[in-house]
């Protein structure tokens, strides 16, 4: 039940896991509306948070990748992404032909915000990348049983990702040892006693925790196969990881609570929740000679691409 419980919190933040910190708009194509633009997929997004008309689907994905993803990332690592990007734009359709942009609360970035990030002199080429991924993966989604998978991703796991549950069996646990390498793959974040307090008294049952109980009540109880963790005590309540995860701000549930001095240390591996693709590991797998559907079948068990234009 806690496991399905944590499932829903992941699948809930979704669209959030794994990017940047802007938002906005694609410039040009976005002003549109679908008679004008020279894509039709068939599928259009509504743009109802800051401007009325509609783009198409495929002319969306370039700003979503951007989002999602380093733009210096190997091309096949971006086609991958491309594909399950528009694999959870479809899931959320459910059938439809058109979406209101606030349903799919997805992140992206517009022509200005991708330049401010990459600069000038590589704004040209990282967005003709994206574009081509995109243009590439055109109508390529992901199904598992004859619907739309679930495509969860992450930026970095501790080294292996983890198993989905029983309605998720193609997200399984595989090794990705190339995300060791990654910068930012192992963090290391100290509290005092009291600041730490404060951080777990604002879970739910967390209100009656001491600071004299910390660090001494703290313990793992438990640990999934791929070294994140699943329930631990803190007081006399047990919490499951990720909700410790996320009230301490930690990169995953990767984690290692010890005494450190005074307060209290926390040593942390890969970032994001570990499940489906990790995107440092695609990029490694590309530069090592993968295809975006290669990678793709690496992470999701049992997956099958299929393309949706004839």
Not at 130 to 136: D, M, S, T, W
Not at 274 to 292: D, E, L, R, T, V
Request: aromatic share 10%; charged share 25%.
């Amino acid at each position: 039940m806690r496991r399905a419980f944590l499932f829903c919190v992941i699948l809930v933040l979704f669209p959030y896991v794994a990017t940047l910190t802007f938002a906005g708009t694609i410039r040009g194509q976005r002003e549109k509306t679908m008679g004008e633009t020279d894509i039709d997929s068939g599928k259009r997004i509504c743009l109802d948070r800051q401007r009325r008309g509609y783009v198409d689907v495929e002319e969306y994905l370039v700003g979503v990748v951007a989002k999602q993803m380093p733009a210096d990332y190997e091309k096949e690592a971006l086609k991958a992404q491309a594909v399950i990007a528009r694999t959870y734009i479809y899931r959320q359709m459910d059938g439809r032909n058109e979406i209101a942009e606030s349903e799919l609360a997805m992140e992206y970035l517009e022509e200005e915000q991708m330049e401010k990030l990459w600069g000038k002199p590589r704004f040209l080429e990282y967005y003709q990348k994206i574009r081509q991924a995109v243009e590439e993966t055109r109508g390529k989604v992901m199904e598992a049983g004859g619907e739309y998978a679930e495509p969860l991703f992450h930026r970095t796991s501790a080294g292996q990702t983890r198993d989905g549950d029983e309605a998720h069996s193609y997200l399984v646990s595989v090794d990705s040892k190339e995300d060791v390498e990654a910068e930012g793959y192992l963090t290391v974040t100290v509290w005092t006693t009291n600041q730490f307090t404060d951080l777990v008294r604002h879970m739910e049952s967390g209100e009656n925790i001491s600071e004299d109980q910390i660090p001494d009540s703290i313990q793992v109880v438990g640990r999934d196969n791929a070294g994140y963790v699943t329930e631990i005590q803190i007081g006399s309540h047990t919490f499951d990881g990720e909700s410790v995860r996320t009230a301490l701000e930690l990169p995953s549930s990767a984690y290692m609570l010890e005494r450190y001095g005074e307060g209290i240390r926390a040593v942390c591996r890969g970032q994001g929740h570990g499940y489906g693709m990790s995107q440092y590991g695609a990029h490694k797998k590309a530069a090592a000679g993968m295809s975006a559907e290669e990678i793709l079948g690496y992470y999701y068990n049992g997956i099958e691409i299929i393309s949706l234009e004839q």
